[in-house]
């Protein structure tokens, strides 16, 4: 399908797309906009786990909702933004709004990306984008390798070298991200139990 844009930025450009293609997740990464196909089942059996998981470790007690797909603002260019699977914020995120949807990134402890069919931009771009808005954790369940990928603490902008996980493990998210909490490699993989 091709969509004939004729607007005056990149983020208005990126508005009309995500109206023209439903179901599309439209992000701009450093200056580039990324457009997403709508994700599986599999993709979002895995999410709905994360939330029962995360309910279960009482995260709302400690001060932290987990949300699906909302927008994380970047400082890597003036519009740039984007949109993991699943993140985990602080409580009070709300008044962390910068624009169209977007929060400022101290907000965030841990941000979750399933990869899809443009799996290199979440085991790449979005490696430099989220250590560079200082993000303290960044899972990858990364279905293309069947692994598991755990980048935290950014220092100067860089994670340093993954932890890396394989099925039958479970991968143990850090104080860093708000709260600790073991999760299984084959159902972030499979999205089931």
Known sequence: MAVMLHESSLSDAADRLWEELPGHRVEILNGSMVV???PDGPHQESLTWLTEEFLRARARQAGLRYLQGIGLWLPTGPEDYAVPDFSVVDDDYKDALVEKNCYAPHVFRLVLEVTSSNWTNDTATK???YARANVPAYLIVDRT????????????????DPQRFKRGQSVRVLESAGIPLDLSVDTLLDGDD
């Open 145 to 160: 390798h069947d692994e598991v990928l755990l980048y935290t603490d950014p220092v100067d902008g860089k994670y340093l």
């Open 36 to 38: 997403t196909p709508p």
């Open 127 to 129: 490696v430099d984008v």
